[in-house]
């Protein structure tokens, strides 16, 4: 069992090799002095979600805040101007920790890497400590990789290695391997503690700094939190405020009311936000899951063209220019198809659209989850923006109100069968190797992460709650979900899928129209969890 020599600190997992390097006593100090003083205010924070949505769910609306109009009605204030590495983001490529997955998307031409240890990784604790590493290694330029067939992997040596961000786990989440105090920590704290103490100050030797993409909050308070933390950390080791910046994902219906708010809490250390739009989606379905005004029909017809998504993207890049930090867009999931020419033209229209539409609208940059398609987004940005961003493009035309935000209504859009049957595909496909510890998965020709998952079993809850009816005039009653599921499942080979059956269990408690959890990775994270001696904590 790893001794963790630090007081009230257990490690439970197994270390080995290198990753004790991590795990050192005065990173687990560091992570622990952040877990005590700031765990309280994170964990009134989330019961403060549960009792808004008592509210919700009472009958209340969301709406801007009253108490912070003031905030929002001076014009007069900025967040900070953009730091080395972080002036163009034209083209921002996102993935998980994996080592080849970094040299990769560090050598992809983007001008940004979003190493990412929350959605697009399943957190079993060998991916959150090797992902440390790997981030140390990739921070001195000195990662590489070899694979089973002897193909190396190392850096470009010509000076363009895209600038990289860490996204850490959101609030909700815990990590189990390391006890504070009897606690879980924190995995947020946990997360950012350790790259932060590793690598702050050699990022900054290396000429950009300590950067990350802050995910899932729902309030300015939570963004308090993490500036907080911020200052406390830069405090501990020297390090002047303001070195960190942090972009945060508007990617609840909370947060795309307190825009302003977000960004005034992190002003000193704000890099902008981020139109993280299928976790927005799942947020709508999740905040009004109860009401049958807010059904949304299939996955596919929810688009950028819906009102309500349309009012959050305006209202975003308005409210980042105002502030002069960047409005960046969202992501590109599609990958190559090898084996079918047409296919894959129509899929690489589609990508160059959707970057059409996000320059020409405003946003300073885009997101995009394969290689491939870093030179197609470039394009559009390099024909449509030929300045650093787009500060510049005010959008004072933009009024967007309560009722904006709110507007589900979509045209055209249908329940059908197929949608039922794509959701619960999709929902299985990736629980299964989520549980199997891959959070990166490619389904359809898509590279999804637990986002799409979210939404996916959101709408088979709400449908089932609500008895909706497909076009095809069935109604989607828990039996007929269940009947589904067991077809979809037995095209599945559990020899390819191990976890199978744990992802069907899951699956079939959220489909019910009864049991909700907040999160599939709160759900599952117990079952990828494991001490050291390979039993279950």
């Known amino acids: 069992m790893f001794q963790s020599k630090v007081s009230g600190v257990q490690v439970l997992g197994k270390v080995a090799g290198n990753q004790a390097e991590i795990l050192t006593p005065e990173a687990l100090s560091f992570v622990a002095k952040l877990h005590r003083l700031f765990n309280p205010t994170r964990k009134q924070l989330l019961k403060a979600r549960e009792q808004l949505y008592n509210k919700i769910q009472a009958g209340a609306s969301l709406d801007f805040l009253p108490e912070t109009a003031h905030i929002r009605n001076d014009l007069k204030w900025r967040a900070a101007r953009p730091a080395p590495g972080l002036v163009d983001r034209r083209v921002e490529i996102t993935g998980p920790v994996d080592r080849k997955m970094v040299i990769n998307a560090l050598n992809s031409g983007a001008r940004t890497f979003m190493a990412d240890f929350e959605d697009s990784s399943s957190p079993t604790w060998f991916n959150m400590i090797d992902g440390q590493i790997n981030m140390r290694d990739a921070v001195r330029r000195s990662i590489s990789f070899t694979n089973a067939q002897g193909k190396e992997y190392k850096l470009r040596t010509d000076g363009k290695v895209a600038t990289l961000i860490v996204r850490p786990r959101g609030w909700h989440m815990e990590e189990a391997h390391v006890l504070i105090d009897g606690e879980r920590c ?22 950009f700094g300590p950067y990350f993409y802050l995910p899932k909050m729902e309030s300015y308070l939570e963004a308090r939190l993490w500036n907080d933390i911020f200052n406390v950390a830069q405090d501990e080791l020297a390090i002047p405020r303001g070195t960190i910046r942090g972009t945060v994902l508007i990617e609840t219906i909370v947060a795309a009311f307190q825009m302003d708010e977000i960004i005034y809490e992190l002003r000193d250390h704000s890099s902008g936000l981020n139109c993280g739009r299928w976790d927005y989606i799942f947020s709508v379905i999740k905040k009004f899951r109860h009401d049958p005004r807010y059904i949304l029909p299939d996955r596919s017809a929810v688009t950028m063209k819906s009102p309500f998504m349309d009012a959050y993207v305006r209202l975003l890049i308005k409210t980042c220019h105002l502030r002069g930090v960047h409005a960046m867009g969202g992501m590109a999931a599609q990958i190559p198809i090898k084996n079918d020419p047409k296919a894959n033209q129509a899929a690489i229209d589609k990508v160059r659209a959707d970057k059409r539409r996000e320059v020409l609208a405003g946003h300073d940059g885009t997101w995009v989850a394969h290689p491939a398609l870093v030179t197609i987004a470039l394009e559009e940005f390099n024909q449509n923006m030929p300045s650093p961003n787009q500060f510049h493009v005010r959008r004072e035309d933009v009024v967007v109100k309560a009722a904006d935000l709110l ?11 197929a949608g039922v049957r794509d959701n619960i595909s999709v929902g299985l496909l990736y629980m299964a ?10 389904i359809h020709n898509l590279m999804e992460d637990a986002a799409t998952a979210e939404i996916s079993r959101s709408q088979l809850y709400q449908w089932v709650r609500h008895g909706a009816r497909t076009a095809e005039g069935t109604v989607i009653t828990p039996e007929f979900a269940a009947k589904v599921l ?7 080979d559990r020899k390819q899928y191990p976890t199978l059956d744990l992802a069907v269990k899951f699956m079939g408690s959220q489909m019910t129209g009864n049991r909700y959890d907040d999160f599939l990775t709160t759900l599952c994270y117990d079952s990828i969890v494991k001490t050291e001696n390979g039993a279950r904590l």
């Open 186 to 207: 924190s995995a947020s704290i946990f997360d950012f503690g350790l790259y932060f103490f590793h690598n702050a100050k050699a990022a900054i030797a290396a000429g």
């Open 433 to 442: 190797n989520w549980l199997n510890a891959s959070g990166c998965v490619p």
């Open 407 to 417: 507007n589900t209504n979509i045209v055209g859009g249908k329940i059908t069968e």
């Open 486 to 492: 067991k077809e979809e499942a037995a095209k599945l």
